[in-house]
């Protein structure tokens, strides 16, 4: 019995030839009528910006530490070992882009034979082929491995109506695939990095417990507004890194505030976000998902958010003035007028119902008084990224340079622009 590899691969945009990566991979193995003989699925770290986070459901933070294709690539044959063809939807798209990928390791993927089970079904999209066959789609589009067993059972449905394919796929030799490096390798799904993501950062465990409990407070305000102050300023991107830490943790030692007064500085800092969320009634996407984010970098779980929004409401129904400083719509904070900034990344925050394209992040930045430039250079005063892990040159090129990173839902607050 022959086997069948479906496959499908989620990208960081649609061209392999301008320097595009995979960034997600799967294949099923199939028997010729459709059963699973096994299945293969991982992230992977493109090592440059992840793209249209709106399409594959992907972030930054969820394939950063995911391995490179050159780890995976091996497991990725042995995978296929045995197959006589490749089969997916618009194979043509996938079988390009693993082709790019293998001819960066400096060896060639074989053409093989492929089949397209867009061209079988007659056209259309993977999830309209499969309705039309009485194919159930179980989770989202865009995944890898879910539009990979999609595309298994459309083609085994196919292939029961089509005899002659299915005899010339019997008399098909298994393809001979190259010989390339193996690596120890750990795959990576969409849900483990998830997990792995949702536990406490190392920083915050560190924090937590050096910053002994039974320290004596020091009594001076100034203390806890120092440390707010730079807080404040390490999350301005929403990532918290090495030296961020560091800092973090040693000044909280030296300026003596006990871990549990740090815990409650971490509360106090994150309802003074979600009074600013609330502030017009209601919280946005873009809000919601920057609450998340902060939540987790401070060590608060989703529950102690949930108690903190409602604190939040209380205060507005209350009108009482919350301590952190808003900004009037239209107004931009001081220290950015004039200021040099450049963006990297596709935006998810929405002005006016429409997502914030660059071309609209350029008008909205220039008419707060702030120069917009294109290219990262020492000269650069602002780095403004979609996704605060971003691997993208600029990113990469701020970070070496020492450029202050500002992440946008932040930067869009800055200049006292509305998003949703």
């Known amino acids: ?19 595009d990566r995979v960034i997600e991979l799967a294949a099923l193995i199939t028997g010729l009528n459709g059963e699973t003989i096994r299945e293969f699925v991982t992230l992977i770290n493109p090592e440059r910006d992840i793209g249209p986070t709106s399409i594959h459901g992907l972030t930054q933070s969820d394939i950063i530490l995911a391995p490179r294709f050159a780890e995976i690539a091996g497991p990725f044959l042995d995978m296929l070992d045995g197959c006589v063809l490749l089969a997916g939807h618009n194979i043509r798209f996938d079988h390009s882009f693993l082709s790019a990928e293998f001819e960066r390791l400096g060896s060639t993927l074989p053409n093989g034979t492929t089949m397209c089970t867009m061209t079988l079904a007659g056209g259309g999209a993977l ?31 196919v292939l029961r109506d ?17 010989t390339i490096p193996r ?70 030692s ?53 108690g903190i929004l409602e604190q939040a409401s209380r205060i507005l129904l209350q009108q009482i003035t919350p301590t952190q400083r808003t900004r009037e719509p239209n107004t931009t904070d001081r220290q950015l007028l004039g200021a040099q900034v450049c963006f990297t990344g596709e935006f998810q925050c929405r002005h006016s119902g429409q997502t ?22 020492k000269k650069l005063d602002l780095l403004v990224v979609a996704d605060p892990l971003s691997q993208s040159g600029k990113a990469k090129k701020a970070r070496k340079y020492g450029i202050r990173i500002m992440q946008e839902t932040v930067f869009w607050n800055a200049l006292g622009i509305e998003t949703e």
């Open 1 to 19: 019995m022959p086997y069948l590899a479906g496959i499908d691969v989620e990208t960081t945009g649609l061209n392999p030839y301008r320097h």
């Open 127 to 157: 999830s309209s082929c499969c309705d039309d066959y009485g194919i159930s789609f179980d989770g989202n589009k865009h995944a890898a491995l879910n539009d990979a067993r999609a595309a298994a059972k459309l083609l085994a449905s």
């Open 162 to 178: 089509a005899p002659r394919e299915s005899s010339k796929i019997m008399n098909l030799s298994p393809i001979t695939w190259p």
């Open 183 to 252: 690596y120890p390798v750990r795959l990576l799904t969409r849900d483990e990095s998830r997990e792995r993501q949702s536990e406490p950062q190392t920083y915050l465990q560190k924090l937590f417990t050096r910053a002994s409990n039974a320290l004596v407070p020091n009594s001076d305000d100034s203390v806890t507004l120092s440390y707010t102050a730079l807080l404040d300023r390490a999350l301005e991107d929403r990532y918290i890194n090495d030296t961020e830490a560091i800092s973090l943790l040693e000044l909280a």
């Open 254 to 306: 030296r300026w003596g505030i006990p871990g549990n007064i740090i815990q409650e500085l971490h509360q106090k800092y994150l309802l003074q976000l979600a009074v600013v969320a609330l502030g017009d009634g209601v919280i946005s996407d873009s809000e919601r998902h920057d609450l998340h984010r902060v939540a987790y970098l401070l060590g608060l779980s989703s529950k102690e958010l949930d």
């Open 356 to 377: 914030i394209t660059r071309e609209k992040a350029t008008e909205l930045a220039s008419s707060r008084g702030l120069n917009v430039v294109e290219s990262v250079t």
